[in-house]
């Protein structure tokens, strides 16, 4: 005998469309996307989703930090709500899934809640936070942060990118600056669903990844300073050179990295050579480090050695040396129940699953902190992410999206 709605479905058909229709906005140059924070693209992308919304008959409510709420109500008026979102900022050269899934995947539960006439005890918000990626303005899961009270709200507004524009400034530029005092929602439940951003579900033919942990991590920014000159006619042994310093610096973070292992991982993401001329020694360096592991004492561990090793190879060469931390958090346990209830849902409706610890970061990572949180993960082609060939399928993005309204209707209670 089935459980009652063991059958219903998500519209597959419906998402994707959606994904492709959003993937309009912002192109890519290679078929990706690039819908930055807090740009006009990523306003054109936020109206496209508030017009889907207004039909769906949500209710939008928009915090400071400019991450959007949109509540369809239950019936039950003291219930907290079920949030289930991500994000629909993307990086640079992002691909069309990472954290677009998890957005529309919540429209598309509402959406398939209003066809089948289903109304839930708690209400649920589709949710869009904002400055999920953190490549214009750092850290990542800025907005979520400060919803967990992990950051000021004055610290995330005086956020700068490359060009020195703040994020209060672009907030109120784009016009999507909220009235609502971040972190004063309270909720029931978070789900969030993502593209997994690496090869284990694809690798294990798995159609569901049940998230069990996050990884932590460590964004640490080094700012070396050398003494600029004209790398033709300064003797090597008078030369005091940030880039040196920085190359070694490089290859000590793979060694670090290696020497923890397994579960650990460290690499570099992002640097800057000032006068960035092919003649001149650089007079500054700027790189950032990232170090993760879903270990705590490895995670500190790496992050200690690399910041004494550091600054060892600078003294030796003469070079100065300043390190920010930009970006951290400890490594997350979801919560059991949730985990559970994804798991169940997974079986229930046949799709093949796993347990996976979540590699990258996420909004859930600080809902977690506020509320019982947990998330689902579709396997992507090759496990490539953060890159505008990143790919999936409409099978699996269908699959992860049917497990998720199953789970949040379960945590959400169908009132017969």
């Not at 229709?21 to 989703?49: S, Y």
């Not at 369809?72 to 979102?85: H, K």
């Not at 800057?272 to 004492?297: C, H, K, Q």
Request: aromatic fraction near 6%; include cysteine; hydrophobic fraction near 40%.
């Amino acid at each position: 005998m089935t459980s009652p709605g063991e059958n219903f479905r998500i519209n597959g058909d419906r998402l994707w469309e959606s994904l492709m229709e959003m993937a309009k906005i912002g192109p890519g140059i290679a078929g990706g996307n690039n819908r930055q924070t807090l740009t006009d693209e990523d306003k054109a992308g936020r109206e496209l989703f508030q017009g889907w919304c207004d039909q769906a008959g949500l209710t939008m409510g928009v915090d400071k930090m400019g991450t959007m709420f949109m509540t369809r109500p239950g019936t039950d008026p003291d219930a907290l709500p079920v949030y289930v979102g991500s994000h629909l900022d993307t990086q640079p050269t992002g691909g069309k899934y990472d954290g677009v899934l998890g957005v529309l995947a919540a429209l598309e539960v509402v959406r398939s809640l209003n066809d089948l006439n289903i109304k839930t005890r708690h209400p649920i918000v589709v949710t869009n936070w904002a400055n999920e990626e953190g490549a214009r303005f750092a850290p990542a899961m800025l907005a979520s942060g400060v919803f967990a009270g992990m950051h000021s709200l004055d610290y995330a507004y005086g956020r700068k990118d490359q060009e020195g524009l703040t994020y209060g400034d672009e907030l109120k530029r784009i016009g999507w600056l909220g009235a609502e005092e971040v972190g004063a929602r309270k909720m029931h439940a978070y789900f969030e669903y993502h593209i997994e951003q690496g090869p284990i579900l694809e690798a294990e033919n798995k159609q569901i990844g049940v998230v069990t942990h996050g990884q932590g991590l460590w964004w640490l920014e080094f700012t070396l300073t050398g003494k600029e000159a004209h790398t033709g006619s300064t003797p090597m042994q008078m030369r005091v050179n940030a880039g040196l310093a920085m190359a070694r610096i490089l290859e000590m973070v793979q060694a670090v990295a290696m020497d923890h292992q397994p579960g650990a991982v460290g690499g570099v993401g992002q640097m800057r050579f000032a006068p960035n001329s092919r003649n001149v020694l650089p007079g500054s360096v700027v790189f950032t480090v990232d170090i993760r592991s879903p270990e705590l004492a490895k995670l500190t561990s790496m992050r200690t050695q690399i910041d004494e090793r550091a600054q060892a190879i600078c003294a030796e060469l003469g070079v100065g040396y300043d390190m920010e931390a930009v970006g951290h958090f400890d490594p997350v346990a979801f919560d059991p129940t949730l985990v559970a209830r994804v798991r169940g849902a997974a079986e229930k409706l046949g799709y093949s699953h796993m347990d996976i610890i979540s590699g990258a970061g996420h909004d859930a990572c600080w809902a977690n902190r506020v509320a019982p949180s947990t998330m689902i993960m579709c396997p992507c082609v090759d496990g490539l992410s953060h890159n505008e060939a990143e790919d999936i399928s409409k099978e699996w993005a269908t699959a992860g999206a049917d497990v998720l309204f199953h789970a949040v209707v379960e945590t959400a209670g169908i009132v017969e």
